[in-house]
């Protein structure tokens, strides 16, 4: 059974930069495609993008063009979503998730969630 | 950009029947993913590929689809199933979008 951990909450000045794990086990790694997505207090759920671990590509949706990397370290099955320029906006909780697209679509499972608070 | 648009509210007595709908003008052409989130917690996948059921989700949630409607159906509701339900897919392009959400309250 896939289970994917993320990393705890951080705390960020606007400005800055923040990197979030998600850590994953059962399975084969290198076949997962991760995606990200986060959730803004109160707000619904906003794609961010994803990654093919077999073709080492990402994807990012438009709006966070050029603020997102989505890395993996196949060596500690593991995934990253680090995203610079924070604004006070960017303040939610982002989750990692399991991309389906090669089997069944969709996203199964998510992490916990990382809640990550922008403030000055 | 592509919109799934969702109703903001459905209430539903214990026993009756929650209908959620989702609409969008690419969904006769692209599959719809339909999860639930309870308060503090990560969706989870109720359906996917519009009407097709994950292990372990119970048999009372379906799904239909009508070229630009979309249908979360859940029968015999019960007070678990009160939460926030969305439902995403993808545009034209490739990118993946979620519906603004529907919250579901249990009378």
């Known amino acids: 059974q896939v289970q994917l951990v993320q990393s705890g909450a951080e705390v960020k000045k606007p400005g800055s930069s923040v990197k979030v794990s998600c850590k994953a086990s059962g399975g084969t790694f290198s076949r997962y495609d991760i995606t990200w997505v986060r959730q803004a207090p109160g707000q619904g759920l906003e794609w961010m993008g994803g990654?093919?671990?077999?073709?080492?590509?990402?994807d990012y949706a438009q709006k966070f063009q050029g603020r997102v990397t989505i890395t993996t370290d196949e060596s500690t099955n593991t995934a990253y979503m680090e995203l610079s320029s924070l604004k006070s906006e960017d303040t939610a909780v982002y989750y990692c998730?399991?991309?389906?697209?090669?089997?069944?679509?969709?996203?199964?499972?998510w992490g916990q969630g990382t809640l990550v608070t922008v403030s000055s | 950009s592509y919109e799934l648009t969702q109703s903001p509210s459905v209430s539903v007595s214990p026993g009756q029947t929650a209908t959620i709908t989702c609409s969008g003008d690419?969904?006769?052409?692209?599959?719809v993913y339909w999860y639930r989130q309870k308060p503090g917690q990560a969706p989870v996948m109720v359906i996917y590929?519009?009407?097709e059921r994950p292990s372990g989700i119970p048999e009372r949630f379906s799904g239909s689809s009508s070229g630009t409607k979309v249908t979360l159906t859940i029968s015999g509701v019960q007070a678990e199933d009160e939460a926030d339900y969305y439902c995403q897919s993808t545009d034209s392009s490739g990118t993946y979008v979620f519906g603004s959400g529907t919250k579901v309250t249990v009378l």
């Open positions: 998730a399991r991309d389906l697209t090669t089997t069944i679509g969709g996203f199964d499972p």
């Open positions: 990654i093919l671990p077999v073709f080492g590509t990402a």
């Open positions: 590929k519009d009407n």
């Open positions: 690419a969904l006769p052409h692209q599959y």
